[in-house]
């Protein structure tokens, strides 16, 4: 049954190349639960189209001649509240992100881009639509504006670190498990950010693709908030929102330890559980997600290096005075073949083991092939089941009314940035 006019996402097209309005128009012609309201030419037309017809989505170029895409854009959000703007552009540039967001815009589509890419952006920017018209607002100080029908937010989400100091070991497939794991049993809402800044393979892993990452935030320090962050975190169809990591190794030097700490306090604010998936190394950058975190997963595998490694962290985080049940030793790919088991590696760790999760090499290869979560393909198998263990005893122990403070050790010199200084002061 064909979808009724009042159902349909109606948008606005706003372009002064006549080929791209018409191409725009022939995409969005088959999306059932799209509707093309209007066409405009340059900006001063698009705000008199806006007022108008009063579209739900205004997709408008940056750059046209008399007034531009921005000063549409601002006069638009100001005049129709209820319609949300996504800014084209050639230019892929953070400034162009930059004044866009501050413009008012929703999302951002870098030209040339694919059917998909646009389709996707106008549902998800339609989905942060308010529902009615905003009423004006009467000054009240004393009290937090609260959505209709959404309770306000009293409580931080939880920080979850996922650490190795060796690679291989099944880090970010137990970061993406988890993610959707603690999504699923009452729909909370879960973010997934990869911090693995170098070499991150969450978007791989998920099978995602975006325009924008975390390199997005290298120049809005200061600036983060629930808008920005809406724009750049992608989707995934499990639910969970992804940051996904830089595209070029060399952008991970423009982010540093005051970006992250800013970054994940405000995905505190946003969502119930902050999953990040970090590099193997421990540097400045690492201390402060193990500080912010409320528990930190460290994952081992059943072989030597990994238990020695795994050893040397627990003697560097007590030294940094972290609580001992901040950490959670999790062994990954746990087999009962092994002469090496949990109890035989919590004896030399000293350290009992959290969750053991099974070897499964061919799901595990599936998972990365494929770019779908064993959660996802197979629910019953047995490293879904172990995530889901996992994520449930974490939301107990967190959400437990007498749950624990996490502790976080106290404020470091500047002088003694990083692991070597702190752990000279005996921190």
Avoid: W
């Avoid at 059943?302 to 003697?315: H, M």
């Avoid at 083991?353 to 047995?382: E, H, K, L, W």
Wanted: include cysteine; charged fraction near 25%.
């Amino acid at each position: 049954m064909a979808l009724g006019s009042e159902e349909r996402i109606r948008v606005l097209l706003v372009d002064d190349i006549p080929e791209t309005r018409e191409n725009l128009r022939k995409l969005l012609y088959f999306e059932k639960d799209i509707e093309v309201v209007g066409v405009g030419t340059n900006g001063e037309e698009a705000v008199s189209l806006a007022k108008e017809l009063q579209p739900h989505i205004v997709l408008i170029d940056i750059n046209m001649p008399g007034m531009d895409g921005i000063t549409a854009s601002e006069t638009i959000s100001a005049a129709v509240p209820t319609a949300q703007i996504i800014m084209m552009s050639v230019q892929g540039e953070t400034d162009y992100l930059r004044r866009s967001m501050l413009a008012g815009a929703k999302g951002f589509l870098i030209k040339p881009f694919s059917s998909d890419e646009m389709v996707t952006t106008i549902r998800r920017v339609h989905s942060l639509r308010p529902k009615v018209a905003p009423a004006p607002v009467v000054e009240q100080p004393s009290v937090a504006a609260v959505a209709p029908g959404r309770p306000r937010r009293e409580a931080r989400g939880k920080v979850l670190a996922i650490f190795s100091p060796k690679g291989g070991v099944g880090r970010s497939l137990l970061a993406t498990n988890l993610a959707i794991a603690l999504r699923a049993p009452a729909d909370k809402k879960v973010v997934l950010v990869d911090c693995s800044l170098q070499f991150g393979d969450i978007g791989v892993l998920l099978n995602l693709t975006s325009n924008y990452s975390i390199a997005n935030l290298a120049d809005k320090k200061g600036q983060m908030d629930r808008e920005l962050l809406d724009v750049i975190l992608t989707p995934h169809m499990s639910g969970v929102k992804v940051l996904l990591a830089p595209p070029r190794p060399e952008q991970a030097e423009m982010l540093t330890a005051d970006h992250i700490r800013e970054l994940l306090a405000t995905l505190q604010n946003m969502f119930d559980y902050v999953v990040v998936d970090m590099e193997s190394s421990l540097q400045e950058l690492s201390l402060t997600i193990f500080d912010l975190a409320d528990r930190i997963l460290l994952v081992t595998t059943p072989d030597i290096p990994s238990i020695k490694n795994a050893r040397l962290f627990f003697e560097v985080t007590d030294a940094l005075g972290y609580a001992e049940q901040k950490i959670k030793l999790i062994l990954n790919k746990a087999d009962r073949q092994s002469v090496i088991g949990p109890e035989e590696i919590a004896a030399s760790i000293k350290q009992q083991v959290f969750v053991s999760i099974p070897a499964d090499d061919r799901a595990a290869y599936m998972a990365v092939n494929q770019g779908i979560p064993s959660i996802m393909n197979n629910r019953t198998s047995a490293i879904a089941q172990e995530a889901i263990k996992l994520a449930q005893l974490l939301s107990q122990e967190l959400e437990a009314p007498q749950g624990a403070v996490k502790m976080t050790p106290p404020e470091v010199k500047k002088e003694s940035s990083g692991i070597l200084g702190r752990l000279k002061l005996g921190l």
